[in-house]
């Protein structure tokens, strides 16, 4: 069915103009597809054929390749059971490595802002004691104007 189909494609793809032969003709002159024959070993007549033993046998291999494989399985199973404990092993040791930094992440924080409160404060009272000598000086100049003043008054008072 494909070969006569492929024949088709050819014949309507590329008709040749010489040929005498027509699609038909191709078609029944080809050889049909043949299937190989297929034959079962056959087995000597002379000897008897133990069906019981070849049985066996074959229960013995594939009891033999079931055992393989489940020695693989839980060999696979038992490197995957220690990858997974070194991996639970790495995030604990993570997680306390970043709980560690963490801490001390905050102690910093805790003396930078303990300094910067001092320094503020500090700051404060310099500038608190530095109006409060500003303002004593300007109280002192006042008062001296003040009595300059009043002297003056006095010395006028006294001579006029």
Known sequence: CLLTEEHEVEEEQEPEEGSTQTFTDKI?????????????????????????????????KDLMELQTLIE????????????????????EKRRSERAEQQRIRSERDKERQKRLEEER????????????????????????????????????SIFF
């Not at 693989?72 to 995030?91: C, M, Q, T």
């Not at 608190?128 to 006042?142: G, Q, S």
């Open 28 to 60: 029944f002159t080809q050889e049909p597809f043949a299937m190989p024959n297929l034959i079962p070993p056959k087995i000597p007549d002379g000897e008897r054929v133990d069906f019981d033993d070849i049985h066996r046998k074959r229960m013995e």
């Open 72 to 91: 693989v399985h839980f060999e696979s199973r038992k490197k995957e059971e220690e990858e997974l404990i070194n991996l639970k092993d790495r995030i």
């Open 121 to 156: 404060a500090r700051k404060e009272e310099e500038e608190a004691k530095k109006r409060a000598e500003d303002d004593a000086k300007k109280k002192k100049t006042l008062t001296s104007l003040h009595f300059g003043g009043y002297m003056q008054k006095l010395v006028s």
